[in-house]
């Protein structure tokens, strides 16, 4: 039973940081691509970021990168997504997805992943 439990959320100042977790059960993460997504209201489900299980790498959509880090932890099946100077533009509810590793072009596209964890709610209150 595949299960991703998303965790670490809360409501920051401008400029903080806050550390999601995702913890994975009933898969291992080394086959798998691990993306996080957020959704704000009213808009649709973006691409956050993701990191590949078979050789770590990472990827980071434009308006994150240098802010945010993507890191897996074999050991306790988990994702985390460190975000730091968080800003106005991010808060979303921010969802942990998986997906199989197979040879597809677009691993931001919400679509192609198969699990979902339920989210976890970033408000940045300025």
């Known amino acids: 039973h595949v299960q991703l439990v998303e965790s670490g959320g809360g409501s920051v100042q401008p400029g903080s940081s806050l550390q999601l977790s995702c913890a994975a059960s009933?898969?291992?993460?080394?086959?798998?691509?691990m993306g996080w997504f957020r959704q704000a209201p009213g808009k649709e489900r973006e691409g956050v970021s993701y990191?590949?299980?078979?050789?770590?790498?990472?990827y980071y959509t434009d308006s994150v990168k240098g802010r945010f880090t993507i890191s897996s932890d074999s050991a306790k099946n988990t994702v985390y997504l460190q975000m730091n100077n968080l800003k106005p533009e991010d808060p979303a509810v921010y969802y942990c997805?998986?997906?199989?590793?197979?040879?597809?072009?677009?691993?931001?596209?919400?679509?192609?992943?198969?699990?979902w964890g339920r989210g976890a709610q970033v408000t940045v209150n300025s």
């Open positions: 997805a998986a997906m199989i590793e197979l040879p597809v072009t677009n691993l931001m596209r919400p679509a192609n992943y198969d699990y």
């Open positions: 009933g898969f291992t993460l080394d086959l798998y691509v």
């Open positions: 990191i590949r299980g078979s050789d770590g790498s990472t």
